[in-house]
T-cell receptor, first 113, second 113 residues
Framework: ETGVTQTPRHLVMGMTNKKSLKCEQH?????MYWYKQSAKKPLELMFV???????ENNSVPSRFSPECPNSSHLFLHLHTLQPEDSALYLCASSRERVGETQYFGPGTRLLVL | AQKVTQAQTEISVVEKEDVTLDCVYE???????LFWYKQPPSGELVFLIR????DEQNEISGRYSWNFQKSTSSFNFTITASQVVDSAVYFC??????????WGAGTKLIIKP
């Protein structure tokens, strides 16, 4: 099942670097999501896009900048991150924003040094 | 408040044993959805089942079965004749009236050969 793909799978970056995470869904869905999964903490919803428009930003620091050029692609631009931002970043998509099952990608494991 | 509790942090069984993962939820909504996801070591969250609050029928899919009981606010997951490949972290989640997913802390399941 390769419905939702994410690249890169692993990323190591310094605090002064700028990098981007990419997510692509091949399911024809209209909603896309970024989640952060840290050790010992529940999944945290970061951003939601519905029909390319950002509908939710759950108080995410500005060093994380999402971009959704179309319904199939979602990016997360990273700059001046902190070591506590090290986590697994998961992308998901759903047919609609409301009441639909979310399907997840394999995630990007990010380590900030 | 909306909440999902997975009281079992870790379960370890020997292959071929049956195992039940518990999930208890709290919500004031009358319409809601419940989910189970599997997260193997690779990191991807794999969707297993979605159940809406009006459908209390139990579900069976191969070796997997789910028992939804509104009277006890529980949505338990049983794996029959467990296999090593079932080893993963399993998450129960509640979708509330705002269509946010509220996640349990997860249960790590270890199947020993």
């Amino acid at each position: 099942e390769t419905g939702v793909t994410q690249t890169p799978r692993h990323l190591v970056m310094g605090m002064t670097n700028k990098k981007s995470l990419k997510c692509e869904q091949h399911l024809g869905h209209n909603a896309m999501y970024w989640y952060k999964q840290s050790a010992k903490k529940p999944l945290e919803l970061m951003f939601v896009y519905n029909f390319k428009e950002q509908t939710e930003n759950n108080s995410v620091p500005s060093r994380f900048s999402p971009e959704c050029p179309n319904s199939s692609h979602l990016f997360l631009h990273l700059h001046t991150l902190q070591p506590e931002d090290s986590a697994l970043y998961l992308c998901a998509s759903s047919r609609e924003r409301v009441g639909e099952t979310q399907y997840f990608g394999p995630g990007t494991r990010l380590l900030v040094l | 408040a909306q909440k999902v509790t997975q009281a079992q942090t870790e379960i370890s069984v020997v292959e071929k044993e049956d195992v039940t993962l518990d999930c208890v939820y709290e919500t004031r909504d009358t319409t809601y959805y419940l989910f189970w996801y599997k997260q193997p070591p690779s990191g991807e969250l794999v969707f297993l089942i979605r159940r809406n609050s009006f459908d209390e029928q139990n579900e069976i899919s191969g070796r997997y079965s789910w028992n939804f009981q509104k009277s006890t606010s529980s949505f338990n997951f049983t794996i029959t004749a467990s296999q090593v490949v079932d080893s993963a972290v399993y998450f129960c989640a509640l979708m509330d009236s705002n269509y946010q997913l509220i996640w349990g802390a997860g249960t790590k399941l270890i199947i020993k050969p």
